[in-house]
């Protein structure tokens, strides 16, 4: 008996790779959430970016609550099983009339994880929809790894810029429209990409990415992660420790040192070393 989503909704997801809409934060809740991010980025100068966008719940101790919400976690136990990571979270944020996209890739190209047993859920602070470049899936793309081709295009959200190197039937495709406070879920190699946004407001978007406790990180780059629910009998990964306070210096410390190695993994044969800006 799943625990959040009803049996269909579990098919589809393994038939289709993706599922949406959630209902995770109330419209206060999502309010206050984005309230709570821009106040970081007006204490912290301007919008969150470069190796900052990436696993903030390890600096931000109410994102580090937020990955362990528990709607969210028993969605994904749902489709994952109950012992679960937080491997990594990123912001994707989009500014009023932007340019920036994201090509259409498949998640796991890069990450080095062992399984496609690995599933994001991309959580709206604000509404997403076809004006401001929500995701847009291709269904049932994420039986087979396709190859890619990195571009790191300057306005392209992705670390490489990576694209998929086959064609992709755009008609065929299906927009993850959320609210505030609503939340997709996607298969790690489902085929999905976004538009600019055209309005003139952010865009704002929290990507989060679990694993069931069996995966591995398949490079030779030391790995950790976020236990969030269940036990961790295999060892595989460091666990994260979870911050005291808002940006403390022993949490900026541990989440450089995290991201460095996590742009080791992202970039590997690249001869790049940071996260672009
Ligand atoms: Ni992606």
């Not at 393994?14 to 984005?34: F, K, Q």
């Not at 978007?205 to 030779?220: E, H, N, S």
């Amino acid at each position: 008996m799943p625990k959040l989503l009803t049996d269909a909704e579990v098919a589809l997801y393994h038939r289709a790779g993706y599922h949406c809409p959630i209902d995770v934060l109330t419209p206060a809740e999502a309010a206050a959430a984005r309230a709570e991010l821009e106040a970081h980025e007006a204490r912290t100068g301007g919008p969150i970016r470069g190796d900052l966008r990436h696993k903030p719940h390890l600096y931000l101790p109410w994102l580090n609550d937020l990955v362990r919400h528990p709607r969210i976690l028993d969605a994904v136990e749902d489709v994952l099983g109950p012992n679960l990571f937080c491997w990594s979270t990123t912001f994707f944020i989009k500014e009023p009339k932007d340019a920036g996209f994201v090509s259409w890739h498949q998640d796991a190209t890069y990450w080095g994880l062992s399984s496609p047993d690995v599933t994001t859920v991309w959580l709206a602070f604000t509404p997403a929809n076809l004006e401001n470049g929500c995701m847009k899936f291709m269904p049932g793309t994420h039986t087979t790894q396709a190859p890619h081709t990195d571009t790191f295009h300057k306005d392209n959200l992705l670390s490489r810029g990576q694209e998929v190197a086959v064609e992709v039937d755009e008609s065929k495709g299906v927009y993850g429209v959320l609210k505030p406070g609503q939340a997709s879920l996607h298969h790690v190699l489902l085929v999905h990409g976004s538009a600019p946004n055209r309005t003139a407001d952010r865009r704002i978007g929290l990507a989060i990415r679990y694993i069931p406790t069996y995966v591995k990180q398949a490079t030779d780059v030391p790995d950790s992660a976020t236990l969030v629910r269940g036990t961790d009998t295999f060892n595989y990964f460091e666990h994260e420790p979870r911050p005291i306070g808002d940006r403390d210096p022993a949490a900026m410390e541990f989440h450089a040192e995290v991201v460095r190695r996590q742009a080791q993994i992202l970039y590997r044969g690249t001869g790049k070393q940071e996260f672009r800006a």
